[in-house]
């Protein structure tokens, strides 16, 4: 981005991870300037966990720290630069404003909101410091690591019960802490649940903490019926509780589903003019590391179309 870019052929992009990043190179490789923000570092959430799973091209996986710096050399080969700030506002318009938390105001004629999201967690003593050690918040990811082992699946949500069914195809079995009584599901994954030998139900429970030294060790539960409280010896615990998107800087401007997600069409184009979407922080069925790099592909190029005025098809 040089000093005097022109807003007319600038795009903001909010957020450096696949998503963002992956956005800012097909907008450049259409000629088209870019103005990338991050409030924390580049890479989002893949720097939450040591190593990164499922992404083609790396049959063994490969370190988060390695697969960041691949992306940031990237970026660099196309002088994208990374600014350190936190968007807090986007002003719509014919050219939309991005406002910053330390007054900037980037403007473009159009904005990709690649702000990610967070998953949730439960706030227990144990979880922050065995995070990574045993604790995770993606089966689809770490699932394999836990293959043969015992773990705990905390939830009772749908994707806590698709854990559940994932795991109980890898590990030897499956804890599934649950604090009601009952799921709310139906049909053929309810069945499918109910038929799964490795998996014992251990429900109207909570989780009180996460117990290990290095590595986890064991859960403590305790029964919502008489507060009596049990260890259960696991090797991994997996939360699934939800996940929330970093949504909150947008208000109402945007069109949300249920959970706050952003709602884009296939082309990631939300309900305001010239913001457009990718990555976890909109509505998706997947939430990986490789849909995030599509979303942003196709981002970049339905931003680029709306800049020089080429219809979306
Ligand atoms: C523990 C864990 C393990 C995982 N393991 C795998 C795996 O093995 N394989 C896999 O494919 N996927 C994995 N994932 C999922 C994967 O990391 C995400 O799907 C992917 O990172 C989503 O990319 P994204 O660009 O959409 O958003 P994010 O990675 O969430 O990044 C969003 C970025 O936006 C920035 N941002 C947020 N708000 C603002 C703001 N207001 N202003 C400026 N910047 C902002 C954030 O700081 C962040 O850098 C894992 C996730 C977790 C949490």
């Known amino acids: 981005m040089s000093a005097n870019y022109d807003p007319n052929n600038s795009v903001v992009i909010i957020g450096a991870a696949p998503a963002g990043m992956s956005a800012a190179i097909y907008l450049k490789r259409s ?8 409030h924390v570092a580049p890479g989002g959430q893949i720097m939450r966990t040591q190593g990164i799973d499922n992404y083609l091209g790396f049959p063994a996986g490969t370190t988060s720290v390695d697969l960041v710096m691949k992306f940031q050399e990237h970026l660099s080969s196309f002088d994208i630069e990374v600014l ?11 050219i939309l404003t991005v406002e910053t938390s330390t007054g900037g105001k980037f ?27 045993g604790v995770s ?4 990811c770490d699932g394999n690591f836990y293959k043969g082992l015992m773990v705990a699946v905390v939830g009772g949500g749908t994707t806590a019960v698709e854990d559940v069914i994932h795991l ?22 309810s069945d499918e649940l109910a038929n799964l030998a490795n998996v014992e139900r251990v429900f109207s429970h909570t989780v009180e903490e996460i117990i290990g030294e290095d590595q986890v ?3 403590r539960v305790k029964s919502r019926k008489d507060d009596s409280t049990r260890d259960i010896k696991v090797d991994g615990v997996f939360i699934s509780v939800g996940i929330a998107p970093n949504t909150e800087f947008l208000g109402d401007l945007l069109s949300v589903d249920d959970g706050g997600f ?3 069409d296939d082309k990631m184009v939300t309900s305001v003019e010239g913001i457009f979407a990718a990555g976890d922080v909109r509505t998706t069925d997947l939430r990986q590391v490789c849909t995030a790099v599509a979303d942003g592909a196709v981002a970049g190029l339905a931003a680029a ?9």
Request: hydrophobic share 45%; charged share 25%.
């Open 31 to 38: 000629a088209i300037d870019v103005v990338m923000l991050e």
């Open 84 to 94: 350190s700030e936190t968007a807090s506002k986007i002003v719509p318009g014919e």
């Open 107 to 133: 403007q473009g004629k159009a904005v990709v909101v690649a702000t990610g999201a967070r998953p949730k967690l439960l706030g227990v003593p144990g979880e922050w410091n065995l995070f990574g050690k």
């Open 137 to 140: 918040t993606c089966a689809v």
């Open 168 to 189: 109980s195809r890898l590990v030897k079995k499956v804890y599934h802490i649950h604090r009601r009584d009952q799921l709310r599901l139906a049909g053929e994954t």
């Open 217 to 219: 060790e064991a859960v």
């Open 262 to 264: 952003i709602k884009t």
């Open 305 to 313: 179309k709306h800049l020089t005025g080429i219809a979306l098809a």
